[in-house]
Nanobody
Framework: QVHLVESGGGLVQAGGSLRLSCATS????????MAWFRQAPGKEREFVTM????????YYADSVKGRFTISRDNAKTAGYLHMNSLKPEDTAVYCC??????????????????WGQGTQVTVSS
């Protein structure tokens, strides 16, 4: 089973940017999709974005559309979340996840088989 490790979180002021990385343990990422979810204190886990690993098709939550960009590097089997114009409400633990196959639930956590430990993102006002 692939292992996912996130990095790149930290403290940033509102309006700033961060890039999160999701490194995989595999030489070839044979999963269907990679996604980012986040969970703020006292709130449910929330879908942020996902990318079809083969085609590169991307989907975003409305709350981050136009500010966040997901990308992947096939050679490094790593995924990235580029976050711009950060807001205090973006503060959360961000986790990357991998889904082995397509499902109609790819914007929900149940579709994902493998999860990283998460990285904290804190946006100060």
């Amino acid at each position: 089973q692939v292992h996912l490790v996130e990095s790149g979180g930290g403290l940033v002021q509102a309006g700033g940017s961060l890039r999160l990385s999701c490194a995989t343990s595999e030489r070839t990422f044979n999963y269907y999709a990679m996604a980012w979810f986040r969970q703020a204190p006292g709130k449910e886990r929330e879908f942020v974005t996902m990318i079809n690993w083969k085609s590169g098709s991307q989907y975003y939550a409305d709350s981050v559309k136009g500010r966040f960009t997901i990308s992947r590097d096939n050679a490094k089997t790593a995924g990235y979340l580029h976050m711009n114009s950060l807001k205090p409400e973006d503060t959360a633990v961000y986790c990357c996840a991998a889904a082995r196959s397509w499902s109609s639930n790819l914007r929900t956590s149940v579709a994902y088989d493998t999860w990283g430990q998460g990285t904290q993102v804190t946006v100060s006002s």
